[in-house]
T-cell receptor
Framework: GAVVSQHPSWVICKSGTSVKIECRSL??????MFWYRQFPKQSLMLMAT?????????EQGVEKDKFLINHASLTLSTLTVTSAHPEDSSFYIC????????????FGPGTRLTVL | SQKIEQNSEALNIQEGKTATLTCNYT??????LQWYRQDPGRGPVFLLL?????KEKRKERLKVTFDTTLKQSLFHITASQPADSATYLC??????????FGTGTSLTVIP
C-alpha cells in the first residue's frame, strides 16, 4: 500500500515557540491531505483539509492563524503550530489520498507534541 | 447535530469467537464508510471501505456491512486472535470530501 511519513515523530518545545510538522506521501501524489488531532483515549478530530496549491479548509473551531497549513506540492504538506501552549500538546496525525491510490486514505504514523 | 458513535468504548471477547463492532451515524450522508485499526501511539491503518450502494464487503477474516436506512455499519472479525486486540475506528467520507471518525472501540481478545 501507499506510504505516508511524518516528521518529527516526537517533539518537545517551550511555550511560545512554533513547531512545524511535515507530512509526506512517499510513493504517490496526494491531491488531498488531512490533518487530525487526537487526545489520549479519544478519536481523531479533523482539523483541516488541504488541497495542493490552494488554501486549507479548516473545521469549525480550529484557529487557522494558530495552525498554519501549507500544501505546496503533491507530496508534502506542513502543519505549523504557532506560539504553542501546553493545551496544544497532543498527537497530530496526517493522512493523504490521491487518484492513483483510489479512495483510500493513508495515514502517517503521527507526531507527539509536548509543550512545556 | 452530526454524530458518529461506536457501540462501546471497550469490548472483550474470547479467542476464536467473532467480534462485532457497531458504528452508528446521524445527520450525515456518507459517500462511503471505512474501518481502521489503530494501535497505541500509532496512526490508523486502513482495513476496509464500503460504499453507500454496497451491502457487504469481506476481506479474509473481516466483514463489513452497511445499512444506509438504519444509518449503521457492522464490523465483524471472525476467529478472533489476541493479535486483533487494538482500537477500531469507523470513518465517514461525506459529500464535501471530509473524513469524520467515530469514537472508537477498544477490542481485547483474551487467549
Amino acid at each position: 500500500g501507499a506510504v505516508v511519513s511524518q516528521h518529527p515523530s516526537w517533539v518537545i518545545c517551550k511555550s511560545g515557540t512554533s513547531v512545524k510538522i511535515e507530512c509526506r506521501s512517499l510513493d504517490f501524489q496526494a491531491t488531498t491531505m488531512f490533518w487530525y488531532r487526537q487526545f489520549p483515549k479519544q478519536s481523531l478530530m479533523l482539523m483541516a483539509t488541504s488541497n495542493e496549491g490552494s488554501k486549507a479548509t479548516y473545521e469549525q473551531g480550529v484557529e487557522k492563524d494558530k495552525f498554519l497549513i501549507n500544501h505546496a506540492s503533491l507530496t508534502l504538506s506542513t502543519l505549523t503550530v504557532t506560539s504553542a501552549h501546553p493545551e496544544d500538546s497532543s498527537f497530530y496525525i496526517c493522512s493523504a489520498e490521491g487518484t492513483s491510490v483510489g479512495n483510500e486514505q493513508f495515514f502517517g504514523p503521527g507526531t507527539r507534541l509536548t509543550v512545556l | 447535530s452530526q454524530k458518529i458513535e461506536q457501540n462501546s468504548e471497550a469490548l472483550n471477547i474470547q479467542e476464536g469467537k467473532t467480534a462485532t463492532l457497531t458504528c452508528n451515524y446521524t445527520n450525515y450522508s456518507p459517500a462511503y464508510l471505512q474501518w481502521y485499526r489503530q494501535d497505541p501511539g500509532r496512526g490508523p491503518v486502513f482495513l476496509l471501505l464500503i460504499r453507500e450502494n454496497e451491502k457487504e464487503k469481506r476481506k479474509e477474516r473481516l466483514k463489513v456491512t452497511f445499512d444506509t436506512t438504519l444509518k449503521q455499519s457492522l464490523f465483524h472479525i471472525t476467529a478472533s486472535q489476541p493479535a486483533d486486540s487494538a482500537t477500531y475506528l469507523c470513518a465517514l467520507k461525506n459529500t464535501g470530501n471530509q473524513f469524520y471518525f467515530g469514537t472508537g472501540t477498544s477490542l481485547t481478545v483474551i487467549p
